[in-house]
């Protein structure tokens, strides 16, 4: 076993002692799994379904439903390009667009150097502020294309900075 | 301890901030502040009080409703009114903190607005909008700290509570439903109803839900309300938990509100030690505790019965109605499910009585509504207007009109379920009857303003492409009649519509509405049927001319510079280019878009300075003439 499926293993066990076996837990189970762990790997579906007793497809049915919820490893950095009605009519695709152009992937994928996973989010109620992204948890306010490259730019920046200091 | 004693506290220390001589800073943290900068505004003031000694409190408070001047920062020095600061970067925070407090000036410049009406400053309630607003549930927002729950208590939260607990249940039960309250989630069920089949029912146990799932893209109440004043809606479940004969209640709050979330499960925790939660209650017999559920993201799930299988661990699908929720819910027992504004109301309506409540709202729809004011409007934010307000008052008279002077075209309502209303419209009353009548609901309380920029036919496709992602998949109708009507739209946008898909749009959207289980399917279509019904010749333009009369539509639209109009020298739109595309013609020396590169991003028209005005869409797009 890697180190890495070790820690997996290890995460998950962490989170199913705190939490109880009923079905009703599986969501928050799911959820705090995809906190600790950054997504869903299907070896920990099949172990919460052992967990809480039922089959293998009730977890997989609830994971694939919710919109919450990723299946592969998110990048270091993760976009959200909302795409509520108020962005959308202040050009959130356009915005969306922008970010697909510079990352040069699709919504739902991550970059190959795993530094960015982008994706949308229905709305994240900032509608006074549209267009909005959230990267990294930030919400970032009337972000169209220029800002979109600013806010790059500024990634690319650390990185560099965080190479020469190393 | 009794809750007198416990009021009692509460008011002194609340009392003993604003009376005492030290000043106090209030920075709005809620989302949208947050969005805008706030947490660093916050930063630099604690930074300044520090540096220059100040003997101040700080504290956060809420959403005043003011989104368009974010972050709002409001600054008190005894002597002076409590002044509002709006659009506050970190460097002017530092600069007003220093001014008013050091220097006894108040920096009139950058006033917003002052909270109490004074000699010196205008004050909100000098706003010509504020004949119009009545603020009953939004009253604590940006005033209180909602992670403090003294602050709550002492401006009369949870006394409705202690009051509520002398009474027999079945009164409360017959106050609300006395009060004619509605659901203010959309429907506008009447609460009170909900209630008495659920306490009628001999099932035990009952259970109580908040349904905080506010998956409407396009409004932002609810969130305001669990961000901003999180006690009144634990309040309002806990007295309709009592009156219901309820032991446990959830909050259902989606998980892409992380600060809701956070604020609700602190004040819970908060509400547990004042004993207004948890076992018997202010010393009652009565026991009740609330859990937090996070929503994952699944818009049907604002649909109760969807909402219900949630939390039981399912995917979020809803089921045939009745067995009603209030007889047979979440696990199969008597479950009452009402919307955060509705619950947050029944603490108002069990302290002033239901006659008070009675008074405002229309002969139908009783009470104040809430809206989130958001796309081209000029104040967005939050408005809380009584019922029977009409539409050309909330978003000209409190909304402020449109923005950069550009004409009023519609206004959507009622997120994906609702409809645009246009011109013709702006004198409709708002209240639940009449917005059926247009074609519109009341929906959750979004209202998205557009104008002559925005193509309703697209703004329709958006909706419908929302909605047939978000659709469950159990009804076929549902499922695949969405996919059928989003094609057809997509096309019409691409310029491939023929006339008659209109009649098959219209056609499916009847189709859909009849053959759907939940409000998802049923009021899908009602975007689309209120553009059709309003804006038909839009729909011609796009089909007939390939024309996008909004110049939106961006397979129908080409970016054009015009030579006569262009500056020459200017470099604007030639460095904002995201994509390389435009270059100066050297032999005319002009700027030229290459409609190849071009991925109509409309950087360049924002760029190309107002005096020059050069960058214009077209559309058709064929029509950019050849040699440019």
């Not at chain 2, 645009?420 to 309380?445: K, R, T, V, W, Y």
């Not at chain 2, 419908?464 to 695949?480: H, M, P, V």
């Not at chain 2, 519509?497 to 049923?522: P, V």
């Not at chain 2, 333009?541 to 020298?569: S, V």
Request: charged share 25%; glycine share 8%.
């Amino acid at each position: 076993m890697s180190t890495e499926e070790a820690e997996i293993k290890e995460k998950t066990r962490a989170v199913l002692e705190g939490v109880g076996s009923k079905r009703e837990n599986l969501i928050p189970i799911l959820q705090k799994i995809q906190e600790e762990l950054g997504y869903l790997p299907p070896h920990v579906m099949i172990e919460v379904a052992r967990f809480l007793n039922i089959s293998e497809i009730d977890v997989y049915s609830v994971a694939t439903f919710y919109n919450q919820f990723r299946l592969t490893p998110p990048g270091k950095h993760s976009i959200r390009v909302c795409m509520g009605t108020a962005c959308h009519v202040k050009g959130g695709h356009i915005t969306l667009a922008a970010w697909q152009r510079r990352l040069k992937i699709r919504p739902g994928e991550t970059s190959p150097d795993r530094e960015f996973d982008l994706d949308t989010v229905a709305c994240v109620g900032c509608c006074a502020m549209a267009p909005v992204s959230v990267v990294d948890k930030k919400v970032e306010a009337k972000a169209d294309p220029t800002r979109v490259d600013g806010i790059l730019l500024s990634y690319q920046l650390q990185k560099e900075e965080e190479k020469e200091n190393n | 301890m009794k809750f007198e004693e416990i009021k009692r506290q509460a008011q002194s220390r609340w009392q003993a901030i604003w009376n005492d001589q030290t000043p106090v800073i209030l920075v709005g943290t809620a989302t949208c502040g947050r969005a805008a900068g706030a947490l660093e505004v916050l930063q630099a003031i604690k930074a300044t009080a520090q540096k220059q000694n100040l003997n101040c409190l700080i504290y956060e408070v809420g959403c005043m409703g003011h989104c368009y001047a974010e972050p709002l920062v409001t600054l008190r020095k005894p002597g002076f009114p409590s002044i509002c600061y709006g659009h506050v970067s970190p460097v002017l925070a530092e600069n007003l903190l220093t001014n008013l407090i050091l220097n006894d000036d108040p920096s009139l410049e950058f006033v917003l607005g002052a909270l109490e009406e004074n000699d010196l400053i205008p004050s909100f309630s000098d706003f010509p909008r504020s004949k119009y607003e009545k603020r009953i549930l939004l009253r604590n927002c940006g005033r209180i700290n909602p992670e403090e729950i003294e602050h709550y208590v002492a401006n009369g939260g949870y006394e409705s509570l202690s009051k509520a607990l002398q009474m027999k249940p079945v009164e409360i039960v017959s106050e609300v439903k006395r009060s004619k309250l509605r659901g203010l989630g959309g429907a506008g069920f009447p609460a009170g109803e909900k209630w008495e089949v659920c306490r009628r029912s001999e099932e035990e146990p009952k259970y109580l839900i908040c349904n905080g799932d506010e998956g409407d893209p396009g409004a932002f109440m609810d969130r305001a309300i669990l961000e901003s004043d999180p006690h009144s809606v634990i309040e309002g479940m806990v007295i309709a938990g009592y009156a219901i004969g309820a032991r446990h209640g959830y909050i259902y709050v989606r998980a892409e509100y992380p600060l809701a979330v956070q604020r609700v499960q602190n004040a819970l925790i908060q509400a547990e030690k004042f004993k207004f939660l948890g076992e018997n209650i202010l010393g009652s017999d009565f026991s009740f505790d609330i859990k937090l559920f996070q929503g994952s993201g699944a818009f049907v799930c604002g649909e109760a019965t969807a909402l219900i299988a949630s939390i039981e661990g399912k995917p979020g699908m809803a089921r045939h109605r009745p067995p009603r929720v209030a007889v047979q819910g979440l696990f199969g027992k008597p479950t009452v499910l009402n919307n955060v504004k509705t619950l947050a109301y029944v603490p108002h309506i069990i302290k002033n009585g239901a006659d008070w409540f009675l008074q405002t709202g229309t002969e139908r729809s009783k009470g104040t509504a809430v809206f989130a004011l958001a796309g081209k409007v000029v104040n967005t934010g939050l408005v809380e207007v009584p019922m029977g307000t009409t539409l050309r008052q909330l978003i000209f008279q409190v909304g402020g009109g449109v923005i950069k002077g550009k004409r009023f075209k519609a206004v959507q309502i009622g997120g994906p379920s609702g409809g645009c209303l246009p011109q013709s419209a702006l004198n409709l009353p708002i209240d639940f009857d009449s917005l059926q009548e247009s074609g519109a609901m009341m929906g959750s309380g979004g209202m998205v303003v557009l104008d002559e920029d925005d193509c309703m036919v697209e703004v329709a496709r958006y909706f419908l492409d929302f909605t047939q992602k978000e659709s469950c998949g159990k009804c076929t109708l549902c499922r695949l009649g969405t996919k059928q009507m989003l094609d057809i739209l997509e096309d019409i946008t691409k310029g491939r519509g023929k006339m008659e898909d209109l009649e098959t749009l219209e056609e499916l959207a009847e189709d859909i509405k009849q053959g759907s289980l939940c409000g998802l399917g049923r009021t899908a279509p009602n975007p689309v049927l209120t553009t059709l019904r309003y804006f038909r010749e839009e729909y011609e333009a796009h089909i007939k001319e390939g024309r996008c009369p909004a110049l939106m539509c961006q397979t129908l639209i080409a970016y054009y510079i015009l030579p006569d109009k262009c500056a020459r020298g200017c470099d604007a739109c030639v460095g904002t280019c995201t994509v390389e595309a435009i270059s100066t013609d050297k032999k005319r020396r002009i700027k030229v878009i290459d409609q190849e590169k071009c991925v109509k991003c409309n950087t360049c028209l924002v760029a190309c300075p107002p005096q020059y005005d050069a960058v214009i869409r077209l559309s058709p797009s064929n029509k950019v003439p050849k040699a440019g």
